[in-house]
């Protein structure tokens, strides 16, 4: 039983497009990421969310918008999708803050995004 | 501003040696320094981690040293094996915070 699954694995598409990546944790963690991970590797978070509520909104352009429609779900919409936006993007959840598992991240296996 | 400086980028070693991977930090308000693992294709999974209220904790063949006085940690492992091939990426928090400082990564591989 998958503990933070993302859907699609692999998104295909062209510039200009609009796009969403799901991603599900059956957890019970009260905070959820999306982080992109470039092609040299490199772990950027991209936003955050407590209970449903934004926490962490890093400089991404607004084109990339999160949505939180319960605590165990959050959704990446990326509209017209540009070359730069090829990358790999994880969703991770964790505990709460002050809670004894705030400081660990459980990732997805990743949604490997290629505007053409 | 990079909180966390990773090398080497890359690392290459026979099986059974010990490579090692160094991190240091600027920000003395970590608290908590983890190290994450990640495999091609998988999303990151922590593999170990330590408070700097240690200076050493062994996991296994993964061993964390911790040097506060220098803001620098490492991780070593011991008897590498093929399946140690990785990205490894460690990290700093401070207390309270949701979101860790990243290292940039080191790609290990180890040959057979």
């Known amino acids: 039983d998958t503990a933070v699954s993302q859907t699609p694995k692999y998104l295909v598409t062209q510039m200009g497009n609009d796009k969403s990546i799901k991603c599900e944790q059956n957890?019970?963690?009260?905070?959820m990421y999306w982080y992109k991970q470039d092609s040299k590797k490199f772990l950027k978070i991209m936003f955050s969310?407590?209970?449903?509520?934004?926490?962490i909104n890093e400089t991404v352009p607004n084109r990339f918008s999160p949505k939180s429609p319960d605590k165990a779900h959050l959704n990446l919409h990326i509209n017209s999708l540009e070359l730069g936006d090829s990358a790999v993007y994880f969703c991770a959840s964790s505990q709460g803050a002050g809670t004894k598992g705030a400081n660990v991240l459980t990732f997805g296996a990743g949604s490997r995004l290629t505007v053409l | 501003q990079q909180q966390v400086k990773q090398s080497p980028q890359s690392l290459i070693v026979q099986k059974g040696g010990i490579p090692i991977i160094n991190c240091a930090y600027e920000?003395?308000?970590?608290?908590?320094f983890p190290w994450y693992q990640q495999f091609p294709g998988k999303g990151p999974a922590l593999l170990i981690a330590?408070?700097?209220?240690?200076s050493e904790k062994k996991e296994g063949r993964f061993t964390i040293s911790f040097n506060k006085s220098a803001k620098q940690f490492s991780l070593h492992i011991m008897d590498s094996q093929p399946g140690d091939s990785a990205t490894y990426f460690c990290a700093g928090y401070t207390g309270g915070s949701y979101i860790p400082t990243f290292g940039r990564g080191t790609s290990l591989i180890v040959h057979p």
């Open positions: 957890l019970g963690h009260d905070t």
């Open positions: 330590i408070r700097p209220d240690v």
């Open positions: 920000n003395t308000a970590f608290d908590y």
């Open positions: 969310y407590n209970n449903k509520e934004l926490i």
